[in-house]
């Protein structure tokens, strides 16, 4: 791992990745997007991993792609590269539940970062926004796309249009964050959230993430036959057998990820 693009913390079986660029406003280079990819990846594959934090910095989670690189782009060099497309595959495609701890700004691909992630705890002077449309760019990682299915049509066109950002409390009451915290406190709850995920069975969890994902991705019908043919299988699994049996003999469950 490129040491001075990230940092990773291990706390038992829940992974701390922290983009530290030398720039604290963490732009979302190419060469940060590719490395956290393959940390991501690594992580996924990784089975003492049950969950994963990804936090920025004090200042910002991420201001955004790398506006440097792309006040120099043309069109087909972005067409033939497809530019940023691979770098962020990764993200999208990871399996363990990702909590976003986010202090600071999270700016267009930062605020889409977030989103990426499952769940979102906020520092109170955190701030959302998408605001590509002031640099003449259409938000490109599901600020059209996610922020509408997190926020509904009205906020997330003000936000795509105007590219003015959100509070973090504005965020909490539209349910883009599921969390608001005093700045100090975000990557220790976060955290926390991550370590109660971790203390359950890796499939169940992967398989949660997948059929809740899926609500977001199916028709209500279709993701309701994905849910109960989950259920149904989860019946294959040891743990399942654990988890019951450790209520009915009022003890904890001693999960073997079987
Ligand atoms: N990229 C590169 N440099 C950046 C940057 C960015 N996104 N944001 C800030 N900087 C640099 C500034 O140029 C400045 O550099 P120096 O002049 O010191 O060399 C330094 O960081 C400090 O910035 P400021 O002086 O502006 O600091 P302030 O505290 O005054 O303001 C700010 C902080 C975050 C409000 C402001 O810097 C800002 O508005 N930044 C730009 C935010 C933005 O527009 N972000 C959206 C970028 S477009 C895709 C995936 C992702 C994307 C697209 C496609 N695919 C998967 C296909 C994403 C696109 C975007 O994010």
Redesign the pocket.
């Given at each position: 791992m490129t040491a001075s693009l990230l940092q990773l913390e291990r706390h038992g079986a829940v992974a701390l990745v922290t983009l530290a660029s030398h720039?604290t406003?963490n732009?979302?280079t190419s060469e940060l997007m590719k490395e956290l990819g393959r940390v991501l990846q690594t992580l996924d594959a990784d089975t003492d991993t049950r969950a994963i934090v990804l936090t920025g910095s004090v200042r910002?989670f991420a201001?955004?792609?790398?506006?440097?690189a792309?006040a120099k782009m043309t069109y087909a060099q972005a067409v033939q590269d497809n530019?940023?497309?691979a770098e962020?595959q990764a993200l999208s495609t990871a399996r363990k539940p990702l909590v976003a701890a986010v202090r600071g700004?999270a700016?267009?691909?930062g605020c889409?970062l977030a989103m990426l992630c499952d769940i979102v705890v906020a520092g109170e002077n955190a701030l959302f926004g998408q605001?590509?449309i002031?640099?003449g760019?259409v938000p490109?990682?599901g600020g059209t796309q996610r922020l509408p299915r997190a926020v509904g049509k009205s906020l997330a066109m003000e936000m795509n249009l105007t590219g003015e950002p959100i509070t973090a409390a504005q965020a909490r009451d539209c349910g883009l964050v599921s969390r608001v915290v005093a700045d100090e406190e975000v990557t220790r709850v976060a955290l926390g959230l991550a370590q109660l995920i971790a203390r359950h069975s890796l499939p169940v969890l992967l398989t949660v993430k997948a059929a809740t994902a899926r609500a977001f991705e199916s028709t209500l019908a279709e993701g309701l036959v994905y849910e109960r043919s989950a259920f149904h299988a989860s019946f294959a699994l040891d743990d399942q057998r654990e988890g019951c049996d450790a209520f009915l003999e009022r003890r904890a469950p001693f999960f073997t990820h079987q």
């Open positions: 720039n406003l732009p979302l910002a201001a955004g792609a790398d506006i440097q792309m530019y940023l497309a962020w700004y700016l267009g691909g889409e605001p590509e002031k640099l760019l490109g990682a």
